[in-house]
């Protein structure tokens, strides 16, 4: 597929989703996993990229302009980009840099997008289809490009094929995955029993379809998230247990399937998963580099305000590192806007965890402690911390993982705002 065919294909999306008015929310999701997923079968190129980000600022720039508010979040949100922006012409690579800059401050926006519209209505059954439609379309894209051999495969043998492929959704982009299985709960909440089994047996195969990824920090938050589900609904802990019984079941009956796959793949990343191995990635090495120059203060101005901004390629650590970037996103903002851009980074998450202990409802409210209102909490909170996590993995400006969890991140925020607005006006809840 040609870029001019992508282009024409980013105008088409933008013609139809723009008659969706305020819904575009739910269609940005999905749209933006197809792009990605059909990443393989077609060049990337600076210009492409920038034209798919701005298809997405134009549904945003939209909704501003007819809802304008002002939050203690955004406020923070916008003085971080402010700052980038300063920062921006002290790039050598302005173009570079602008492109990273728009991809990683898009989803911020999309959050504060879904933040307001979840202030006032979510649409639950377009978010929860739009979803549902990703991990569908995941598991389907996944089985026909193994089958076919429609891409490479990661983690084989040298010389060696491989009967397992997740084309154009690889590396980074399995988060989106993750982040769709923990929104599994909310799901299953809001479908009929006949699709609510559906839905569990695609999410059983795309879980171990990431199992056989190997990517350890989509395992990782999947392990949080559920832990944290299972605390928030510890009042109903036999149906918890009840539902993950037939998980591991349904996993136990397809271990002899996928075992003799899974450990063919483990042994070629097997130097990943043992003890000390952290010590030889180059994440845990160009932190030690980059925490070492900032905090010896040898160079003020490096280490206060960076250097650089989102072009990391060759601009740091002395330059050892050659045409590789800087993955680990925390030290992408530390290298490139120093100490002041890193704080004001951390302060957005820092106040967004402050505006969910302003909304969230006290214990002792049971009226806004019903199932479905922990539900909402402990998705919240664990999309919250895999957020954080994945950040230490890297690819921040990754537009659907981000999107996904942002985006989710703020509608539940917005949804718990409103639920306590209604409770102080005695009006019903959910």
């Not at 996103?329 to 969910?356: A, H, P, Q, R």
């Amino acid at each position: 597929m040609s870029n001019l065919f992508l282009i024409f294909f980013l105008v088409g999306a933008l013609f139809l989703l723009i008659k969706k008015k305020e819904s575009f929310i739910y269609y940005l999701l999905p749209a933006n996993f197809i792009i990605d997923a059909l990443s393989p079968f077609y060049s990337e190129s600076p210009l492409l990229s920038t034209v798919r980000v701005l298809i997405n600022f134009a549904f945003l720039f939209k909704f501003f302009f007819k809802h304008k508010s002002i939050s203690n979040v955004s406020a923070f949100i916008y003085l971080w980009v402010v700052y980038q922006l300063i920062l921006l012409p002290f790039s050598s690579d302005i173009g570079y840099s602008f492109n990273i800059f728009l991809k990683v401050n898009l989803t911020l926006f999309l959050f504060l997008a879904a933040f307001k519209i979840g202030s006032v209505n979510i649409e639950w059954p377009k978010l929860v289809n739009s979803i549902v439609f990703i991990l569908v379309l995941f598991v389907l894209y996944t089985i026909v490009n193994s089958v076919f051999k429609l891409t490479p495969a990661q983690y084989v043998k040298e010389g060696e094929e491989s009967d397992f492929s997740t084309g154009g959704i690889a590396g980074s982009s399995l988060f989106t995955i993750s982040y769709v299985l923990l929104f599994l709960p909310l799901i299953v909440s809001h479908v009929s029993p006949f699709k609510k089994k559906i839905v569990i047996f695609f999410g059983i195969i795309a879980f171990v379809i990431l199992l056989l990824s190997l990517r350890r920090t989509t395992i990782i938050i999947l392990i949080i998230g559920y832990l944290i589900h299972i605390f928030f609904a510890r009042k109903y802990i036999g149906r918890a247990i009840g539902i993950a019984f037939f998980v591991l079941l349904a996993l136990f009956i397809l271990f002899p399937f996928f075992y003799p796959m899974l450990e063919s793949r483990f042994e070629l990343r097997s130097d990943r998963f043992e003890e000390d191995a952290y010590l030889n990635e180059g994440r845990f090495i160009e932190t030690v580099y980059i925490t070492d120059e900032v905090f010896t203060f040898e160079d003020i101005k490096y280490s206060f305000f960076g250097k650089e901004i989102w072009n990391s390629v060759g601009n740091y650590a002395g330059g050892f590192y050659g045409n590789r970037q800087i993955h680990v996103d925390y030290m992408n903002i530390l290298n490139g806007s120093g100490l002041l851009g890193l704080t004001l980074y951390l302060l957005i998450f820092i106040v967004m965890f402050i505006e969910y202990l302003k909304v969230k409802p006290p214990n002792s409210n049971k009226n806004l402690n019903n199932n479905y209102t922990l539900l909402i909490k402990s998705t919240f909170i664990s999309f919250f911390i895999a957020i954080l996590l994945t950040s230490f993995s890297g690819q921040m400006y990754g537009i659907t993982h981000r999107g996904i969890s942002l985006t989710v991140l703020g509608l539940c925020l917005g949804y718990l705002r409103n639920e306590k607005v209604k409770v102080k006006q005695n009006l019903p809840l959910k």
